[in-house]
């Protein structure tokens, strides 16, 4: 038998040169390949990796996907322990900081949170020149750039102190800026903050306060937020951390960083697939047509929304425990009429061939919306619940990506497939 070596050979037949590529942690680097020379244009061999699918860009310690045994851990910790026994502002602590905190440091990180949750009057005015019927989510990705014009340290980027001022100021204002942003597209008045609630249960209070002298959310919604915040937080290298990671590597403040990844997020293929698992599901209507819709879907004609992941090729864990804090959410709310189709489409799905050869599970988005809908909140409202929770992981992996001495710029190659060298022809002399 060969010796196992942590190593790979390539030969490159065009110069019969060879390369050893040292494998460390299952890669090898790319740069290594650049030493295999085209023999007439002396070009180094690159990489071609549309989106990305098999480059790792980064190493990062804060989240572990295993998409085949349906694993997802926040810096080692299982999710199903911290969804069932943390809650989010120690979730926060803990992606940012790297270690669960002491009561204490629990202690003193809520009471910074709590207290940088207002917002300068003007960033109130900058929403207000919104259109009434303006979307939740651009209303998001614009206030959170603007606030960088507000807070001009948030430029010391190499200073550890400021850093985490901008975090906590950015995590704070995220739940007044969403508060506003849904209160603008009612027409209603602002709500301010309340420091004596929670972090979600402060979100309920500046969405639906109204006449009440004090706003009281009801528990069990509020742990339900809470929970699906936690939930949110953090997933490793999807499209819009990397793009935080990105926009982050010129050196850009973090509040216009994480405008740029919120604006990665609200696209339909990312954040905003819970929404069309609601559509999906009203037009299917009845149990009785969930054989046929399977059907179209087998035979090409759409997509099971909800279903199927990039990386998990199992059930998503997310969606586990989502489905089971549904019901304690319709306890209260009543039940989403939308959820037997949902139950009995994931049945019938689970044991059919087609999703069974391909390893399609429902992900996190099958059944949140169902979720955020009997809350009462609007589809409008839900990639900016989304951003809200996953803000906290934007800014762990931008504050990782700085203090990594390997992270540079970031910079991809191309491969070039246009005209060659030509003159210019003047105006006049075109046909
Ligand atoms: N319904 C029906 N068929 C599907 C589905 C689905 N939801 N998802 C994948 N497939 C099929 C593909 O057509 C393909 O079939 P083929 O091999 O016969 O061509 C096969 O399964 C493999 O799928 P890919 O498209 O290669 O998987 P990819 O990793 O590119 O896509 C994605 C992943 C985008 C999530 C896809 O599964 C999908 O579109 N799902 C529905 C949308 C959705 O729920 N998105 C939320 C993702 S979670 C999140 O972003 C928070």
Known sequence: MAESRNEVTIVDHRSGQEQKLAIDKGA?????????KDPQT????????PALLNTAACKSAITYIDGDQGILMY??????????????????????????????????????????TMIHENVKKFMDGFLYDAHPMGILVSTTAALSTFYKDAKKIDDAPSRHLQKVRLIGKMITMAGYSYRHSMGLHYILPDNELSYAGNLLNMMYRMAEPKYTPNPVLEKALDLLFVLHADHEQNASTNV???????????????????????????????????????????KDKIPAFLKSVVAGEGKLMGFGHRVYKNYDPRAKIIKKVAHEVFQVTGKNPLLDI?????????EDEYFVKRKLYPNVDFYSGLIYQAMGFPVEMFPVLFAIGRTV????????MLLDPEQKIARPRQIYTGAGKRDYVPLKKRG
Request: charged share 20%; proline share 3%.
């Open 28 to 36: 090898i680097r790319a740069v290594e390949l650049g030493k295999l």
């Open 42 to 49: 002396g070009q180094g061999l690159l990489t071609y990796d």
């Open 75 to 116: 810096r080692g910790y299982p999710i199903e322990q911290l969804a069932e026994q943390s809650h989010f502002m120690e979730v926060a602590y803990l992606l940012l900081e790297g270690e669960l905190p002491s009561q204490t440091q629990l202690q003193a990180w809520e009471n910074e949170v709590t207290y940088h």
């Open 244 to 286: 935080m990671r990105c926009v982050g590597s010129s050196r850009i403040d973090p509040f216009t960083a994480t405008s740029a990844a919120a604006a990665t997020l609200y696209g339909p293929l990312h954040g905003g697939a819970n929404e069309a698992v609601l559509v999906m599901l009203k037009e299917i209507g009845t």
């Open 342 to 350: 949902a139950l009995e489409l994931e049945r019938i799905a689970l």
């Open 393 to 400: 992981g934007w800014l762990a992996q931008w504050e990782e």
